[in-house]
């Protein structure tokens, strides 16, 4: 007679309807993530969600508090995660496993600090934004216009043209920790998310892939915005995709230096002092519901 099946604990969270898997890889032995993430992440077949967190002890205790691993429901591995950091600091504070009011989070992205702004609201320090390309990274000799390389050097990367899906857009780059690119379109709501998303994740001027975001100015305190997430599709919100269009909002003077981010699941408030100032976002971090996950599949 075989012996029972091992099961993993798991939270179902979300900020700002960008939702999340936690599962705490201090207190548990793991399955191997890039397949036991895929299975989770389906929505017919797992739990559902658009990433799946995993809580470590940090790789230097004397830089981190806590490392943050982030897969995709493709089982892709990514640096950083806005919205998934402040779902995962509240994780540890209703687990006691910090009281602290500001933690450092290590990620592939470097390390990030959440701070506690009260009822479920969490402001990050973001970091610097990245914008030289070759660090974001943005190949910008397959842009194909021989203009740009000379123009933008050691960047900023604005409105620079690229043919995707047969359609020329203007568009704009920066990197928050993971690779974004800034399409501004007339309305959000009309946007061609599902086609030409994909194709400008995939395009040769982006070697790691990248983020898609579609946003519109609202005014000059009020950006709205969807997303089409490197390795998992659109979602209802990206963190760090909110801090990419402010930025380079900002950059293109089209907006202040205080934002508001209207996505499709919530809002969030970005901040910004250009250049030598880090990005700050302020969001929710809700839980939805707890369980458990057989380890293997049956």
């Known amino acids: 007679m075989s012996g029972a099946r091992r099961s993993i604990p798991f939270t179902k969270m979300h900020g700002a309807g960008n939702d999340f898997v936690v599962l705490?890889?201090?207190?548990?032995?793991?399955?191997?993530?890039e397949t036991f993430a895929r299975r989770i992440g389906h929505r017919s077949f797992g739990i559902g969600c658009d990433q799946t967190l995993v809580v470590r002890r940090p790789s230097d205790p004397e830089s981190a508090d806590f490392r943050m691993e982030i897969y995709n429901r493709d089982g892709s591995q990514v640096e950083m995660c806005g919205n998934g950091i402040r779902a995962l600091f509240k994780f540890l504070r209703d687990r006691d496993y910090t009281g602290q009011d500001s933690i450092r989070v290590e990620t592939l992205g470097g390390v990030v600090v959440p701070r506690w702004a009260g009822r479920d609201q969490v402001e990050v320090d973001m970091g610097r934004p990245v914008i030289h390309p070759a660090k974001i990274p943005i190949a910008l000799e397959k842009l194909g216009s021989p203009g740009i390389r000379a123009a933008a050097p050691?960047?900023?990367?604005?409105?620079?043209?690229?043919?995707?899906?047969?359609?020329?857009?203007?568009?704009?780059?920066?990197?928050?920790?993971?690779?974004?690119?800034?399409?501004?379109?007339?309305?959000?709501?009309?946007?061609?998310?599902?086609t030409l998303g994909p194709a400008i994740e995939r395009h040769p001027a982006f070697p790691a892939g990248t983020n898609v975001e579609f946003i519109q100015i609202a005014g000059r305190d009020r950006i709205r915005q969807r997303t089409w997430e490197r390795g998992t599709g659109e979602t209802l919100a990206c963190g760090s995709g909110a801090c990419a269009a402010a930025v380079t909002g900002i950059l293109r003077g089209v907006v202040d230096a205080e934002v508001v981010v209207e996505l499709r699941g919530g809002e969030l408030k970005i901040a910004w002092e250009r250049e030598t100032a880090s990005v700050f976002m302020t969001g929710p971090a809700a839980t939805v519901f707890t369980g458990e996950i057989p380890a293997e599949e049956s």
Do not use: F, K, R, Y
Not at 24 to 33: E, N, Q, R, T, V
Not at 160 to 189: F, K, Y
């Open 24 to 33: 705490d890889g201090i207190a548990h032995d793991l399955p191997p993530l």
């Open 154 to 194: 050691e960047g900023p990367v604005l409105d620079v043209p690229l043919t995707a899906a047969g359609h020329e857009v203007i568009l704009s780059s920066v990197s928050m920790g993971n690779p974004h690119a800034v399409v501004t379109v007339d309305d959000v709501e009309t946007a061609p998310v599902a």
